[in-house]
DNA sequence: GGTTGACCTCAAGTTGACTTGAATTCGTAG
DNA sequence: CTACGAATTCAAGTCAACTTGAGGTCAACC
């Protein structure tokens, strides 16, 4: 399988050399050889890119990221760890409908404040209710 | 209406209070007296304050959450950009999904590589796809 | 009316994720 | 075989979003 060399990841993916060298540095995406000096990848790296823009979209670190995926393309994780991971996103996605569904109320309600508006309070208790779970124990400790 | 001190509000929404008199010097959530020296926020700062996490989680900076809720909690974009806002994190919950099968996916599937499992292919390929629409021409124009 | 404890300010430090710049090294085309 | 251009290294810089620390202030309770 032949290897594309660092300028060619680069304008197929969209992402600058600096960060493709960051990335190797850290371990994210490793380069697999060289050509001269030139930083060489499998084209797998391609792929590899895709999911990690999609991580970094969903606000996860690079940390995070490589844990999933792992820096081979393969999740170095047990199983049970990913599925707590997924399990995560969903609530995300919850969280972002919320968010979406205050958003466009927002835009279209015509009440004189919105924060007066009993269906936007009814947004927003939803919101509270899905919050990071660690935090609610915290929460309801010093709200009583 | 009574006003709630800073540690108050620290204690109820969990965030810590140098993070609140941050947030009050950048004007994404103001106090509005002083008692002594002590900031005292409105009531309605717990509220803003779930909108900020909520931001937060979805990847959002803090000046966009300033824009989609703004300093009042009442939002100052036009409602056109908050629906652009409302299409980008829809977009987004599609991101999250992919992701999420992909995780789960991974976490299940027995194939010996996922990379080569033809399901798991099919879920880059709709990762690939839906990134941000910014890019693509860039990388169609150079993959070609 | 003095002590306490929670707050204050302001400057500086931290972390993650990169970018920038100067000086250098290759491979290829002429 | 030399010049060019694209890549290299390494150190330093940048930006957002906070946190930390030193030194000062104030309201409230005893």
């Known amino acids: 399988m032949k290897l594309l060399d660092i300028g060619e990841v680069s304008q197929r993916s969209g992402v600058p050399p600096s960060t493709l060298r960051y990335y190797d540095e850290i371990g994210l995406i490793r380069s697999v050889a060289r050509h001269g000096l030139r930083r060489q990848f499998e084209p797998l790296a391609l792929t590899q890119l895709s999911l990690v823009a999609?991580?970094?979209?969903?606000?996860?670190?690079?940390?995070?990221i490589a844990g999933m995926f792992g820096a081979d393309g393969q999740p170095d994780l047990p199983r049970g760890d990913l599925l707590v991971r997924a399990d995560e996103i969903d609530r995300q996605i919850g969280n972002l409908t919320t968010l979406r569904d205050a958003l466009r109320h927002v835009a279209e309600?015509?009440?004189?404040?919105?924060?007066?508006?009993?269906?936007?309070?009814?947004l927003l208790r939803l919101a509270k209710r899905r919050r990071d779970p660690s935090q609610q124990s915290k929460e309801r400790a010093s709200s009583e």
């Open 109 to 122: 309600c015509r009440a004189p404040s919105h924060m007066e508006c009993p269906s936007f309070q009814k």
């Open 54 to 64: 999609l991580g970094k979209s969903a606000g996860f670190s690079l940390q995070d």
